[in-house]
């Protein structure tokens, strides 16, 4: 049987970085539409669903939050990944409905590819908490940096999955059970690096699941904006399990 095609639809009033976008994923096997800004954004989205906007936030008018705000209101809204300068400096509550992932500018080909595959490769967002694990996790893909103790920068990966009081992680350093395991990862609309510290749970070649340790009250508040009023867990205060491999 054939595979469906995915579709996505890219946002971005820079034409050469959307011509560039939309050459890239068409010729991964993505069927691509494009819009020229906000307004159009909104317009194409009234009319159809793509399964995947990528999307700028930088733009004149009408705006990439603006858009954002609008695919909230969707029934059912697409997911979106978003392609950020790092200049986005606004409150970042947008984050925590319809964003799955997010692309620094400027992005690597592959690592634009491997983003967006990710994000529409998991069944559902937020996946409800099951088992002995007390926390639905939330898929938010993004490039992380393995920090060493003081702070130094060690190697580049993505985070794939977060929850209140886990994350998993893809690193070309291959971490074991016990190791101490301490991230940073930029966020659109905030100035500063969220940064999750913990302790690696298990290990399946180069992705592994951490515990993580407490985080100060900033970084607390923005990673309950990034998994939205039904990620967190209302169980209480008793350890919780790991993310575990899907």
């Not at 959307?18 to 819009?35: F, K, N, S």
């Amino acid at each position: 049987m054939t595979e469906k095609t995915q579709h996505v639809l890219v946002v971005d009033d820079d034409e050469g970085i959307r011509m560039l976008e939309a050459d890239i994923l068409r010729e991964a096997g993505y069927g691509v539409e494009q819009a020229t800004g906000g307004a159009a954004a909104i317009e194409q989205l009234k009319h159809t669903r793509p399964d995947l906007v990528l999307l700028d936030l930088l733009m004149p008018d009408i705006d990439g939050w603006a858009v954002l705000r609008f695919i909230r209101t969707m029934a059912s809204p697409p997911r979106v990944v978003v392609v950020s300068g790092l200049r986005e400096i606004v409150p970042p509550g947008d984050l925590s409905q319809c964003v799955a992932g997010c692309v620094h500018k400027p992005f690597a080909i592959d690592h634009l590819i491997k983003t967006c595959a990710n994000v529409l490769a998991v069944p559902e967002l937020l996946s409800p908490a099951s088992g002995n694990r007390q926390d639905a996790r939330r898929t938010f893909v993004v490039e992380t940096t393995l920090l060493a103790a003081n702070g130094t920068p060690l190697a580049l990966g993505q985070l794939l999955e977060v929850s209140r009081h886990g994350f998993r992680l893809e690193l070309a350093i291959a971490l074991n059970p016990g190791d101490p395991v301490h991230v940073s990862l930029q966020i659109p609309g905030r100035a500063e690096p969220l940064q999750l510290s913990g302790r690696v749970r298990w290990r399946h070649e180069f992705v592994m699941g951490a515990e993580a340790d407490g985080l100060s009250a900033q970084d607390e508040e923005l990673l309950q904006q990034i998994l939205g009023p039904n990620g967190v867990s209302k169980t209480g205060d008793e350890p919780p399990s790991d993310l575990k491999p899907s």
